[in-house]
């Protein structure tokens, strides 16, 4: 278990998770996946590099991912049924 400080930069908090990150492998420049668990839990990934297929535009996951939180609620209540 690692410990740190949250500490003031400037208007915002700020937390050094050097050795963290390089378990994880993270370099400058890659873009981290955050969340907050029902546990209040902060779980951070590595967003997976992919490549899309010639034929999908990168508009395709903007819209997925607005109608995916659009009807997050029921897409979930499809699993009590």
Do not use: C, H, W
Request: glycine letters at 4%; aromatic letters at 4%.
């Amino acid at each position: 278990m690692i410990r740190r400080k949250v500490i003031q930069s400037g208007n915002s908090l700020s937390l050094n998770m050097t050795e963290v990150l390089k378990k994880i492998d993270a370099k400058k420049g890659d873009t981290m996946v955050i969340e907050v668990n029902e546990n209040n839990e902060i779980v951070i990934k590595k967003q997976a590099e992919y490549e899309l297929p010639k034929n999908v535009s990168n508009d395709f996951f903007k819209v997925l991912e607005r109608n995916l939180n659009d009807y997050d609620k029921t897409i979930k209540g499809l699993i009590d049924r």
